[in-house]
């Protein structure tokens, strides 16, 4: 069974770090691009960042370029976030997400993790 | 003005079909746009449903009922996603999504509710 498993998340104070995790199995993780997709509460979808399957490629949306950045390791079958100068707005549950194909450009997400909630407040 | 923009909510009785709409910002065509997808139903992550170019290009996602289709409006510069034979089991909310100006964009999202 495919399955992603995020971890990480918690209440930090504006201008803090936190790093993401993204535990992934039931696939060949080198096989596929990942992503990271967040919702604020009772909000939308807002794509945070994509990264090519040998991390060869790597894109930001522009909300959190500079602040964010997205890695994997493909020997532990792992994906990360890390997250630094914090503000409330990043507030949102944070999903890692499996894409169709190696390309972060090229196809989008099939599945999903449960997601893990970050709030950022003081 | 967004670039994908989704009408908030939409209600249709069971058994008959709806018909969501995303519409695309003036001066980007749909036609040159794969369009995707999503089904979030409360207190769960996304689920990925179809992508849609053309005829000859299109995909249901794994498990996906053939009830749930994808078409453009090129008229209204529009991706459609249509659901025949509504079930309650349907009722929540779907987002659209294509890749623009290397980002991932979504729309707004349309909350569905089976009445």
């Known amino acids: 069974e495919v399955q992603l498993v995020e971890s990480g998340g918690g209440l930090v104070q504006p201008g803090r770090s936190l790093r993401l995790s993204c535990a992934a199995s039931?696939?060949?993780?080198?096989?596929?691009?990942m992503h990271w997709v967040r919702q604020a509460p009772g909000k939308g979808l807002e794509w945070v960042s994509g990264?090519?399957?040998?991390?060869?490629?790597?894109g930001y949306a522009d909300s959190v370029k500079g602040r964010f950045t997205v890695s994997r390791d493909n020997a532990k079958n792992s994906l990360y976030l890390q997250m630094n100068s914090l503000r409330a707005e990043d507030t949102a549950f944070y999903y890692c997400?499996?894409?169709?194909?190696?390309?972060?450009?090229?196809?989008?997400?099939?599945?999903w993790g449960q997601g893990t909630m970050v709030t950022v407040s003081s | 003005q967004a670039v994908l923009t989704q009408p908030s909510s939409l209600s249709a009785s069971p058994g008959a079909s709806a018909s969501l709409t995303c519409t695309l910002r003036?001066?980007?065509?749909?036609?040159?746009?794969?369009i995707y997808w999503y089904q979030q139903k409360p207190g769960s992550p996304p689920q990925y449903l179809l992508r849609?170019?053309?005829?000859?290009?299109?995909?249901?996602g794994s498990g996906v009922p053939r009830r749930f289709s994808g078409s453009k409006d090129a008229s209204a510069n529009a991706g459609i996603l249509l659901i025949s034979g509504l079930q309650s089991e349907d009722e929540a909310d779907f987002y659209c999504?294509?890749?623009?100006?290397?980002?991932?964009?979504f729309g707004g999202g349309t909350k569905l509710t089976v009445l």
């Open positions: 997400s499996k894409a169709m194909c190696g390309d972060y450009e090229g196809c989008a997400f099939d599945i």
């Open positions: 039931g696939f060949t993780f080198d096989d596929y691009a």
């Open positions: 990264i090519t399957s040998h991390s060869g490629s790597i």
């Open positions: 003036s001066g980007i065509n749909v036609g040159t746009y794969r």
């Open positions: 849609y170019m053309s005829d000859s290009d299109k995909q249901r």
């Open positions: 999504m294509i890749w623009h100006s290397s980002g991932w964009v």
